[in-house]
């Protein structure tokens, strides 16, 4: 059963800490997005990916958050130094995207990393 | 991205159908409509996607208006297990947009 695995489920850190959250999509999917989800704000594209390059991530804090793809089966995003209002579940999600730039399938969720900064 | 409107919350009886209503009065010729769901202390998952014409899968039904202005997503028989927020996305694929853009959905409780 394909699935997007997110690592850790849950976090707790202290202000000011690094904190790296780990997603690894599904075999195959050349396209890896990040998504951050508040009760204020919903659900968020923090940043997107196809074929390991980053094509926005316009929607992420440049200052403190960074956003890799090290091979394709690792995608990471990292916050440092951490703060309480990064606070939130952090979703990773893969999808199959085609040579035209669209996504061909539905993108598929995983589980998310419950990141809580004290 | 263009713009969808959905109701905050509906309320369903368990056994019952319940239509989802999303309206997207600017959508473009290019936008496909797309309907994801997130359940509790879940991640989002994809339920169904069309174009122009009625889509059917195991899931759900897509029911687009003729002028594509809305579209309803309709539950044939809710279960307890389809309590969940549903998002009404829509998606340029010819602008080569892999994007899902989530607004704030309609929470569905079903009622046993």
């Known amino acids: 059963d394909a699935r997007v695995t997110q690592t850790p489920r849950h976090k707790v850190t202290e202000m000011g800490q690094e904190v790296t959250m780990r997603c690894q999509p599904i075999?195959?999917?050349?396209?890896v997005f990040w998504y951050r989800q508040t009760m204020m704000q919903g659900l968020e594209l923090l940043a997107y990916?196809?074929?390991?390059?980053?094509?926005?991530d316009s929607g992420m804090p440049k200052d403190r958050f960074s956003a890799e793809m090290p091979d394709a089966t690792l995608a990471t995003l990292k916050i440092q130094p951490s703060e309480p209002r990064d606070s939130a579940v952090y979703f990773c999600?893969?999808?199959?995207?085609?040579?035209?730039?669209?996504?061909?399938?539905?993108?598929?969720f995983g589980q998310g990393t419950r990141l809580t900064v004290v | 991205d263009a713009k969808t409107t959905q109701p905050n919350s509906m309320e369903s009886n368990e056994e019952e159908p319940v239509h989802l209503p999303c309206n997207h009065s600017?959508?473009?010729?290019?936008?496909?409509i797309h309907w994801y769901r997130q359940l509790p202390s879940q991640g989002p998952e994809y339920v169904i996607h069309?174009?122009?014409s009625n889509v059917n899968n195991r899931m759900a039904s897509l029911a687009i208006a003729e002028d594509r202005k809305s579209s309803t997503l309709i539950l044939h028989r809710a279960t307890l297990r389809d309590a969940a927020v549903y998002y009404c996305?829509?998606?340029?694929?010819?602008?080569?947009?892999?994007?899902?853009?989530f607004g704030k959905g309609t929470k569905l409780t079903v009622n046993p």
């Open positions: 999600a893969s999808g199959l995207g085609t040579q035209y730039g669209e996504l061909s399938t539905e993108a598929f």
């Open positions: 075999l195959g999917h050349n396209t």
């Open positions: 990916f196809r074929n390991r390059a980053p094509l926005d």
């Open positions: 600017t959508i473009s010729g290019t936008d496909y």
């Open positions: 069309g174009l122009t």
């Open positions: 996305i829509l998606r340029d694929v010819e602008g080569g947009s892999e994007k899902l853009v």
